[in-house]
């Protein structure tokens, strides 16, 4: 069985990068302390409590997948802003854009008697996109992570894989971590949910990353609309997609005759300074 590499979560960004080369994961410890767990399992209990599972085998059957995060939880808004996640992210993705930003916010809860989910690349979602990461992952263990229940399979190295190879079964990892850890992988990694054969759930926090000229999957202006955003920092709103994707992307034109024919930045729907000459 193949492993993944455990680092602290203050490791110097070179030695972090060096393995995401090598591997395309690694595991940070200790990253969100038990009372800031406990905190957004408060804030989102609610919400987790009433979704349903999914409908077909890739979303799972016995298991639930709760969005809107950042609308949601302050405890999210402060995971989304990490500096040592973002740092990485600005690695990965900042060679192949002018800014990045948020793609999904879920909780996947792994309920006791699912099964393992197909192996997968999440850089599929663009499917017609070639020769670049397009995506930085992160899934925060809100429970302990074990084999038993539900860890999250990774291939290390499959990020330079042709399409077509499959991995055999002694080159899958498991994500196996304490809860506060996180899991950081990028886009082109094979992976997937793994089978829950304990009593207990599998909690974790999947936020992901994009570049900032791409459709985000989970639609950010809808789950976290103008007049919740309005309130956050001017570096989550940026990260949420409240900012120019890139010269001339995400322009906003206010449809009020009284505030003129002008365009305006993306920014100014959520009552920033537009970020245009």
Known sequence: MANLVHLPNNAPIDEIMAIIQRDGAVILSDIMSDSAIAELLDELKPYIDVTKPGRESFSGFKTTRTGALAARSAQVRRAIV?????AI???VLLPNCDRYQVNVT????IMPGEVAQVMHRDRLSWQY????EPQLNTIWAISDFTIENGATRVVPGSYAWPSER???PHEIAYAEMKRGSVLVYTGSVLHSGGANRSQNYRIGMNLTYCLGWLRQEENQYLSCPPEIARAFEPKLQALMG???GGYGLGFY???SIDEGPEVYAIEHAVGTTPNRQ
């Open 253 to 255: 034109t206010p449809p």
């Open 106 to 109: 879920h909780i996947i809860r």
């Open 129 to 132: 996109l070639k020769g670049i």
């Open 242 to 244: 409240y900012a120019s």
């Open 166 to 168: 499959q991995a055999e």
């Open 89 to 91: 992210c600005d690695r």
């Open 82 to 86: 990490d500096e040592r996640i973002l």
